[in-house]
T-cell receptor, first 112, second 113 residues
Framework: RKEVEQDPGPFNVPEGATVAFNCTYS??????FFWYRQDCRKEPKLLMS???SGNEDGRFTAQLNRASQYISLLIRDSKLSDSATYLC?????????????FGSGTQLTVLP | DGGITQSPKYLFRKEGQNVTLSCEQN?????MYWYRQDPGQGLRLIYY???????QKGDIAEGYSVSREKKESFPLTVTSAQKNPTAFYLC????????????FGDGTRLSIL
């Protein structure tokens, strides 16, 4: 089993739709979680951290389910500009840089 | 403006040639990283450095070398031993390596001539 797994998609949704991605992780002791957004041929950019209690930033909601070992990202009222690849990042408790693991990303296309 | 600067944006390598990718940050971050991304794939860690004059191998260090003589700078050399160097190379930095998100430069695309 991969350390961090994401459904690669692509997810094609109409404007205004609600879409959700999951990211599963194998190490139950993982401590910190993030969602990044990567536009085509660009660098990843931090979208939001994922807190245990769940957190919201405008149309974006991130949640953590420790029992089932996954994090999720929900996007409401999708915009064309939300089209991108979404990468989840999991930090595992080793205290070194190798503890940070990227998923391979989920591709989202929002259609007009 | 604070940030991470990678150069060049595009780089071409001839057979048997070593090339060096530049990464500079003015964020006063202690930790710096190099990743490689192939089409449709996630990021793979090449090397990282937690502090000046120290660096560690990542998951795919073979054929690469780095140095960290200054806090701001973490250049990556792609040596002739790296037989498949064509990829998107991303440099990142973070305040430390513990539970901190990373911030990325805008990348260097390396191709073989």
């Amino acid at each position: 089993r991969k350390e961090v797994e994401q459904d690669p998609g692509p997810f094609n949704v109409p404007e205004g739709a609600t879409v959700a991605f999951n990211c599963t992780y194998s190490n139950s002791a993982s401590q910190s979680f993030f969602w990044y957004r990567q536009d085509c041929r660009k660098e990843p950019k931090l979208l939001m951290s994922v807190y245990s209690s769940g957190n919201e930033d405008g149309r974006f909601t991130a949640q953590l389910n420790r029992a089932s070992q996954y994090i999720s990202l929900l996007i409401r009222d999708s915009k064309l500009s939300d089209s991108a690849t979404y990468l989840c990042v999991v930090i595992q408790p080793s205290g070194s840089a190798r503890q940070l693991t990227f998923g391979s990303g989920t591709q989202l296309t929002v259609l007009p | 403006d604070g940030g991470i600067t990678q150069s060049p944006k595009y780089l071409f390598r001839k057979e048997g040639q070593n090339v060096t990718l530049s990464c500079e940050q003015n964020l006063n971050h202690d930790a710096m990283y190099w990743y490689r991304q192939d089409p449709g794939q996630g990021l793979r860690l090449i090397y990282y450095s937690q502090i000046v004059n120290d660096f560690q191998k990542g998951d795919i260090a073979e054929g690469y070398s780095v140095s960290r003589e200054k806090k701001e700078s973490f250049p990556l050399t792609v040596t002739s031993a790296q037989k498949n160097p064509t990829a998107f190379y991303l440099c990142a930095s973070s305040i430390s390596t513990i539970n901190q998100p990373q911030h990325f430069g805008d990348g260097t695309r390396l191709s073989i001539l």
